[in-house]
């Protein structure tokens, strides 16, 4: 891969400094495209809790990238061969692999696009870029794609031990101040190795593993599906819902060009063309944030009190259950919201709906973390361990919550 | 003062934990003036260098009011007496104390209002949530001017050593990645003492106080000025002065409500009606960001290509020197552009610019910074120290710049 | 409590500073037993494998009392009613709760005292502090005996969450850089309450209890129990019980005077006389060190090689498995010694032999962690998670090591 | 250079993990000449005031080592051409630079050894192990002499700039808690590079190596040279003078061997045979430490009240002035201990003595820091700053202490 001309470095609190790998990496990083992350929230509404919470996927990208470059590192200096051309692949795939991200991200995949995933826009942007770079990105989308052979250059992307999780988890834990979130990616990728092609720890790493996992999990029920957190997510999808529906009848809402292409389309991935792609690239957090402040002022009772709520923070209430909520309460509490509003039933869902949160901290099914024991003998880490806390981890955890105004 | 019902704890990076004080300032802080400086971005466009630097005026507010907490609680146990409504006095002042800002912040005390500080318009918001809070915020706001007779409170709040320096030092330090350019608020906090009304450091303090001054001369040159950011934030400045130039030759540009108002009147601090600051308070970075990624495709091609640099990153060239450009130079980049773009001399202008950067690390000239000896003696810290170094410090220090397209 | 004349405050690179609460608590710091603990380190050997573990029991008995004042800070705020006799009581009983380790602890407790427990000796230090001070320790003494009525103080010094282990596992992880191993004890704390003077964790802290019981499994396998340490600790107590061997035989060896003391002597829990505490009191890690220093030079065979082993940590070869290892291993390995070297069985037994390592995570038997649901039910942390990883966890895991010569 | 069989990895809370780079380097930290090193402090009797500070002089090698494979990493990327032999050379210079040290440090320099500077002893224990390990160590050894062609490489060695004191002062600066005296060690080596065989620091590094200049004063006199550690120190040194004084009067005092070889023998820099090398190696802090454990208990009112005072933290009352105390007021205290105590005036001189403390913040005369200016020009970064505040630190400060009993 061709080096730079002169020393790139990047400041990171986390890492110190960020080095450029090479000038194809560097032309990727200055690209609009890549760019564009510099206005995606990392952590979508999570900053409504955790004031901190506000680095981006940009910051996250060039951070998993950071580690790709250590574990290359480390797996070369254990004999692994790694090509250059491999290794620029390996750093390239990671750096884009959350390029496909829209505003507000995860909630986005139902609400403005219609079931088209980050990942299935990512390869798209990737496919463009590699056009426009004359073909030098074919290695990393074979690695995104799991289609290069050697197996485990896509788990180092994309697995339950990526350096995407190595490098959020550490990231978000240090962003929110949840310290006990914190994982040691550093030892963690000390620890990797290559074993018929596919990633291994050595034994020795096994309690590092069963804490990275424990993090995990509590960065996920403490953070990621913090209550709060999820009644704005849950907020600003009934805001992008109201808002296409309110366009489907012909109400012209203010709002950017390219959001306002989004809200009078019903975009899949069969639809996703060249000028698609264009028009999502210019979709950013200012453009959601925006339109809603301008929807704050609009006539519907519906979108107007959802952007309220949302733009200053006075969020509906909401309760957290391990079994679902009956149906009754919440026709109740529908019910109420109706009669004082004079609202219709439909639009009173808006603020009175249940759903569910979901996370397995570890899956025992597909892509285990598997252990290099002394003798050789490769091993799960969930069979590996000296107690069954891990097992007892891969059983997935469901709870409920229901969400209805404050004050009726 | 009221307490709160229950213990409300806010997770910040680097306190770990901040408490509310009272049921007053847990209003407040939920009040949508103050939710707003979560959309205003504490650095501007720093994060152009420094990706990390995405902290909001929000936090930087919280975390100055938990310095003052702790100086508060210094003080006490130093038998300084500090009233329950001068403590909650200094909370409120500390907390509103930039809530005027505008987004990107100081670039637009110029180009968005005419001429108007931003602490003149925190002012006039304190003034504002005084009406709507039963004249609760008296104390605070003479605190605020200046006006309350211990004047030490003020002191606190805005002066060589207060809270807002300490806080926002530290806190940029560690949201860019420049450690060194870290301050010890701690120690600073718990050498300070009080003689005759006015702040006082004890002696021993004396190189904690030299090395604030020095991470704060660091943080200006290497983060505040850096030559990138500077840019950039007059790029911004050339972006709105020429939306309102186009506007008032009657080009109506897309932009939210509340912005096109501004680029609409000339707002000088006498027009600060309460219509006014409520319009004002509906501004925040969102729309900036917007309104560029709209005119980015408008016509006019200096507005087009100044919102298209921003946006990209694909910045003018800058030099820095110690002595003004010759103003030839200048011109024969202009020249240049002109001549390649057939674009006027005026429309050139806004691509070509030199200006200056200046910072005092310290004024000896007033509200210095003193020292209180053991013999009870007090003294600027300048005269105390046993090297020439901070009074070295104190003339200011000017550099020159100059901006022009990368290629011509 | 007598407050300080002035602000006592002590750096700490984990806290910030410690404040000194009560005159009473600053002369016990500079009482020469507490002094001691100056010299006594907190890891023992440990730094063998970490370099950075020199941190010593008096740096973890201030921090343990910096927990505790935010902790009396919490439950206060809480209107959980405590004394200013209490709450110095409380500071005192976790001040002290470690007064009583000998140098390189816990190995000490059965070779140079004979079963004598640290928390015996520390009881025995208190009680003699307390005839000092003029009885001002009593309540403190009676919350480390679990005497006082209320019984959540003695939870507080002593139990599965107390300020112990929310300062050792903390500090413990900083300065062995494994940095996993951090527990989040500000939040904790924060989430501290009282139920029918027991101590309970609000029910939102439950992941945080998770992690706090994670990382400490973490912490005692990945560190206190590292087989290298674990092999260096059971090389010092085989050098303490050959010199109380030879010692018994008639050999006189160079020791100081109080390490002599407790070489000619069998010392039970019934001989700790005011005579044999006052020599105890001049025991730290130096007596051993310097001791091993001059007996690397004795004739015999086994001292002699037990303590170059240690001193230049050329220490000897472990293996660690989950079952005991057979008896004609050792024996095997044993002969072979026995044969090279022309010694005894007795003496080569010093060189080869086996034992077990044992840690439970957390026990739910007695004074399990209790969770106070928000309908005010309390249980046991254990039976509140939504999974039952806790539960694995509190079964104890046994690991079984054994040592021989690394080359015979 | 041999590289190792495997990775070894050792773990460091400032850096994360500091990796071995050869098989020799290995070699020669398992040395037990360098294992010695486990057992200094490196920061002698700060830990009096800074509870932290108790790290050791092989933590701080391995350190500086690190930053040394930085400083390579940055150079050769700089097309700085460095040999695999060269590389390891500097390795092993900056890792043994100080071996020589002996227990607390540099008040032993004049009075263990009499005025034997350890950089002296440091070559002595190079040259011995260059022998051992069959003159690998040549290159390394010229490196340290500054004999070696190439001139920058005994810069990052020993120079205003050295790895050595990036390393000390991050790591003291770490461990005492005093955070505002840390450098960006990272960044300071991200801005090196070579011309005409000199160090040079990037232009745009100069804030860095401004902030570097004032925290290590800062360092000096808050931490170094704070009071009561050099009260300390000089009581260390006054034990020691003292005992060798008795010594030489025929009186036997209690000590370990090596020390009793330095008690007996005034040895200069021409007395170092291998011999003296050899037992010098065995000395450390707990040879001094335990040595005065039992002369606490001598008849000797000098020797036992010194050690006393050492070992309990009771020190003498010590007064710091910018002029020399006059000899009267010395004269007075003297004499008052000479009658209370029935001492005499040379007795008494142990405890009432006056000195001084220097320190030159930064040299403008030799081995200065040059910038390299964009045009190519080198310059000395005092002359180089827009301000004198450089200039105006190199000159020497100097301070005079007074000590004598608290109570007479």
Chains 1, 2, 3, 4 share one sequence.
């Not at 891969?1 to 560097?26: A, C, E, Q, R």
């Not at 880490?381 to 806390?389: E, I, L």
Request: proline share 3%.
């Amino acid at each position: 891969m061709k080096t730079l001309p002169k020393l790139k470095i990047i400041n990171d609190p986390i890492y110190g400094f960020i080095t450029i790998p090479s000038l194809l990496v560097f032309q990727l990083i200055e690209h609009k495209y890549f760019q564009r992350l510099r206005r995606v929230s990392q952590m979508g509404f999570s900053y409504i809790v955790y004031p901190g919470a506000h680095h981006t996927r940009l910051h996250h990208a060039l951070g998993a990238m950071f580690l790709m470059q250590k574990a290359v590192q480390v797996l070369k200096s254990k004999k692994v061969p790694i090509s250059q051309k491999e290794e620029e692949g390996l750093y390239i795939a990671i750096l884009l692999h959350d390029i496909g991200h829209g505003p507000f991200s995860h909630a986005m995949e139902h609400s403005i696009v219609e079931n088209v995933s980050h990942e299935d826009i990512s390869l798209r942007f990737m496919e463009a870029l590699n056009q426009s770079f004359n073909q030098q990105l074919t290695v990393a989308i074979q690695i995104f794609k799991d289609e290069y052979p050697r197996k485990f250059f896509h788990q180092l992307v994309s697995g339950q031990l990526d350096m995407d999780r190595l490098d959020y988890l550490k990231r978000d834990s240090f962003y929110t101040g949840v310290s006990e979130g914190t994982v040691n990616s550093q030892r963690l990728i000390a620890m990797l190795n290559v074993r018929n092609d596919a990633l291994v720890v050595e034994e020795k790493g096994i309690y590092s593993v069963e804490n990275f996992i424990v993090a995990r999990r509590l960065m996920y029920w403490q953070v990621y599906l913090h209550k709060t957190g999820v009644v704005a997510e849950q907020l600003l999808v009934r805001v992008l819902k109201r808002a296409k529906q309110l366009t489907a009848k012909g109400v012209e809402l203010p709002a950017s060009k390219a959001l306002r292409f989004f809200l009078h389309n019903d975009i899949g991935l069969s639809d996703f063309s060249d000028e698609v792609l264009e028009t999502f690239a210019k979709l950013d957090d200012n453009d959601v944030i925006s339109a809603m402040k301008s929807w704050v002022d609009h006539e519907d009772f519906v979108l107007k009190n959802l952007c309220d709520m949302l733009l200053h923070r006075d969020l509906l209430k909401v309760k957290v259950k391990s079994k679902p909520f009956p149906v009754k309460k919440l026709k109740t509490k529908n019910e109420q919201l109706m009669s004082r509003y004079k609202i219709s039933e439909e639009e009173a869902a808006y603020f009175v709906f249940s759903g569910k949160m979901e996370n397995q901290a570890y899956s025992m099914e597909k892509d285990t973390i598997n252990l290099l024991r002394k003798n050789g003998k490769i091993v799960d880490v969930a069979k590996a361990s000296d107690q069954f806390n891990i097992e007892a981890l891969s059983k997935s955890v469901v709870k409920y919550y229901m969400c209805y105004p404050k004050k009726q």
